[in-house]
């Protein structure tokens, strides 16, 4: 079945940076758009970032737009999203998922994903 692994969460200060990764298996992970969503303490979940299949378009919320960064590897099944300048207010469960529909672009609204990792908790202290 299809597993998403994600790790890298953590305790930061504010103005730190951390790299979250997401490792996917049983799915051709190279033709599906990718996203990270997280959820704060007490919130909905809100999209963070998404990837296209190929990895030529992303998208951002404007709340990390110009700090976070999506990369994917295809080769190695892989999603990162690189975080830098974090803020307390990033403080949250962040979540990989994986768009239903391949060779699609990036996607924000969470009913267009099929598939979720367990989530990594990220604690940014001010």
């Known amino acids: 079945q299809v597993q998403l692994v994600e790790s890298g969460g953590g305790l930061v200060q504010a103005g730190g940076s951390l790299r979250l990764s997401c490792a996917a298996s049983?799915?051709?992970?190279?033709?599906?758009?990718m996203g990270w969503f997280r959820q704060a303490p007490g919130k909905e979940r809100e999209y963070v970032a998404g990837?296209?299949?190929?990895?030529?378009?992303?998208s951002y919320a404007d709340s990390v737009k110009g700090r976070f960064a999506i990369s994917r590897d295809n080769f190695k099944n892989t999603v990162s999203l690189q975080m830098n300048r974090l803020k307390p207010e990033d403080t949250a469960v962040y979540y990989c998922a994986s768009v239903t529909d391949p060779y699609g672009s990036t996607r924000s609204e969470m009913t267009e994903y099929d598939y979720w990792g367990q989530g990594t908790r990220v604690t940014v202290s001010s």
């Open positions: 990837i296209s299949w190929t990895g030529g378009t992303t």
């Open positions: 049983g799915r051709t992970f190279s033709l599906y758009a």
